[in-house]
């Protein structure tokens, strides 16, 4: 059970609302696409349902499971971010164990399983470097070999291939797509190449679900004008 309900969620930062209260819900194994300007909330909506980002209010169901407050690593979710989150003082070897390693799991296994996602995300010449040594492109596929290691429920991915050149970008489609099957994704981003993957879209502005439904209706949508364009300059117009 790995199905995702978001209920009434709201997000202040301060005196700033950056999220109204929110109704989502992603069925287990469903493939979703979050889109919408700069700023919309993509990033604070992933964020919470990994519980790196407390709600103002309302809670997060993942399961069936209330995981309002619940610590990430009790959630069987796992997240790639927009910005890398590596561990600057272990090499790549370190930064991709570091989660069984804390699990207790058998060092010949997580050998193993490091040794096999390398492989799968074209690093195993780069084990043994620290992520400063890294490129962006790099540090960002270590990111999605964590990922891979975790072997979550739950899949969120912020702008996963960003740092990625038009070639790694094409292999990490190919190499993530199957192993992805099964398991629930929720992807923000505004590159299209990452919409293949995906069945439903869901656009967010000002933190407001404003569309939901299957990817190619929100598209044809989106591009027949019946929504105004996504430009964070276009939103401030909106607003005011
Ligand atoms: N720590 C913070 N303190 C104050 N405001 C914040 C904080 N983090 C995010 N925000 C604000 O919350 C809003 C939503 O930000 P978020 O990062 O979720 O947008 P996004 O849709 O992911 O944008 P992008 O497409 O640029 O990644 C923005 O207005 C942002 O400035
Ligand atoms: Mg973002």
Partial sequence: MSGVQLNDVTKSYGQVNVIPPLNLSFREGEFVVIV???????????????????????????GGQDVTWSRPKERD?????????????????????????????????????????ADMLELTE????????????????????????????????????????????????????????GRTLVLATHRKSLLGWVERA????HGKRVMDGPLDQIMARQSAGKTPATSASRQRQEAS
Wanted: glycine fraction near 8%; hydrophobic fraction near 40%; charge should be positive.
């Fill in 126 to 181: 780069y084990l043994h470097r620290k992520p400063k040594d890294l490129s962006g492109g790099q540090r960002q596929s270590l990111g999605l070999v964590r990922l891979v290691l975790q072997d979550p429920a739950v899949v969120l991915l912020d702008e996963p291939t960003a740092s990625l050149d038009q070639a790694t970008e094409q292999h990490v489609i190919k190499t993530l797509g199957p192993w992805l099957a």
């Fill in 77 to 117: 979710i796992a997240m790639v971010f927009q910005s890398y989150a590596l561990y600057p003082h272990m090499d790549v070897a370190g930064n991709m164990s570091f989660a069984l390693r804390l699990a207790g799991r058998p060092k010949h296994e997580i050998e193993e399983r490091v040794r096999v996602a």
């Fill in 202 to 205: 869901l656009v967010l502005r």
């Fill in 36 to 62: 919408g300007p700069s700023g919309c909330g993509k990033s604070t909506t992933l964020r919470m349902i990994a519980g790196l980002e407390p709600v103002t209010s309302g809670s997060i169901h993942i």
